[in-house]
C-alpha cells in the first residue's frame, strides 16, 4: 500500500510541476534533460555506487534499459507539451487513462482474470479521453485530439513495458535482490534518456536554437528526484505482487487524476466545460470499474 500512494503522490507531483515551470519560461527540453541526469545520479546514490560499465553490455535487459530512456524522454516532452496547450486535468486524463493498454497485456500476458467490469472500463477508456480533450477552438479541436490519442497509446506501452520487466527480470523471489537489480536496471534506463537529450540539446545549443539557462538546471534538479522514485515505487509495485498488473495500473492511474486534477483546481484556476466534466466523470468511472473488478483481492 505504501508503494502505491507514495507512486501516486510523486506522479502528480510531476504533473502538476510543469503547469508551475510556465511562469517561469522555462525550457522544457533542457530541464527534462537535467532531470535525468539527477535521477542518475539519485539512483547511484541510493544504489551506494555507480552500477555503469562494460559489465552492463551483458546483462539481459540492457536493450529494454536504451529503449525505455528513449520513451522516457519522448514521453516526457510529449506530456511537457501537452501541459502547456491543454492544461493539468487534460493531460493527465489521456495520460492516465492509457491503463487500458497495460491491462489489456497483463490479462493476455500473465493470466489475470478479465471480468465484465474490466470490459466496460477499457471500453469507456476511449470517449473518456476523447471528451476530455475537446475544447471550443475549432481549429484546435484536430490537434488537440491527436496529441491526446499520442499521449495515450505512448503512456499505455510504456506501462506495459514496466509491468513486463518487472515480471521477467526483477520477480526471482529475492526480495533484495530484485530491489536492488531493480535499481541498477533504473539508473542504466535514466542514463539512456540523459544521453539522447544531452545530444539534443547540445545540438540545440551549438546551433544558436536555444539558450543555456541556469533556471533550467534548477527546475531539472526539482523533477529528477522524484522523479526517479517515482518509477521505482512502480516498479516496485508491481514487483511485490501485492496487486496484480491489471488491478495495481489502474488503481494507482485513478490516483494520479483525482490528486493532480484537484491540485490544478485549487491552485493554477483550471476550469473545464460540459464536455471535458463529462470526460473526467467517465475516466474515473472507468477506473473504478476496472478497481472494483479486482476487489477480491483485499480480502485475500
Not at 155 to 162: A, E, K, Q, W
Request: with cysteine; charged share 10%.
Amino acid at each position: 500500500m505504501l508503494y502505491l500512494l507514495l507512486t501516486i503522490v510523486l506522479n502528480a507531483y510531476l504533473l502538476v510541476a510543469f503547469k508551475a515551470f510556465e511562469r517561469f519560461k522555462v525550457d522544457n527540453l533542457q530541464v527534462i534533460v537535467a532531470n535525468y541526469w539527477i535521477c542518475v545520479i539519485t539512483g547511484s546514490i541510493f544504489i551506494g555506487h555507480f552500477p555503469i560499465g562494460a559489465a552492463s553490455f551483458a546483462q539481459p535487459w540492457i536493450i529494454w534499459a536504451a529503449v525505455m530512456g528513449a520513451a522516457f524522454i519522448s514521453i516526457f516532452n510529449l506530456i511537457a507539451y501537452c501541459t502547456k496547450i491543454d492544461g493539468v486535468t487534460t493531460t493527465t486524463i489521456a495520460n492516465k487513462l492509457s491503463m487500458a493498454i497495460p491491462v489489456a497485456f497483463a490479462i493476455w500476458l500473465y493470466g489475470d482474470s478479465m471480468s465484465v467490469g474490466k470490459g466496460l472500463g477499457i471500453l469507456l477508456a476511449i470517449p473518456a479521453v476523447y471528451l476530455s480533450s475537446k475544447t471550443k477552438d475549432k481549429q484546435g479541436k484536430k490537434q488537440n485530439l491527436a496529441l491526446a490519442a499520442l499521449l495515450f497509446v505512448a503512456s499505455g506501452l510504456l506501462d506495459t513495458m514496466v509491468n513486463y520487466i518487472a515480471h521477467e527480470y526483477f520477480s526471482t523471489g529475492d526480495s533484495v535482490a530484485d530491489e536492488q537489480g531493480q535499481s541498477v536496471y533504473l539508473v542504466h534506463a535514466f542514463s539512456s534518456a540523459a544521453i539522447i537529450g544531452s545530444v539534443i540539446v547540445g545540438y540545440l545549443l551549438l546551433t544558436r536554437k536555444r539558450t543555456f539557462a541556469w533556471k533550467n538546471m534548477v527546475a531539472g534538479i526539482m523533477l529528477g528526484i522524484p522523479n526517479f522514485f517515482s518509477i521505482y515505487f512502480l516498479v516496485r509495485l508491481l514487483q511485490t505482487g501485492f496487486l496484480p498488473g491489471s488491478a495495481a495500473i489502474p488503481i494507482n492511474n485513478m490516483g494520479i487524476v483525482l490528486l493532480a486534477s484537484l491540485t490544478a483546481i485549487l491552485f493554477f484556476g483550471e476550469k473545464a466545460g460540459t464536455a471535458r466534466i463529462i470526460g473526467m466523470l467517465l475516466s474515473l468511472a472507468a477506473i473504478l470499474l476496472i478497481m472494483l473488478s479486482d476487489l477480491h483481492v483485499f480480502a485475500s
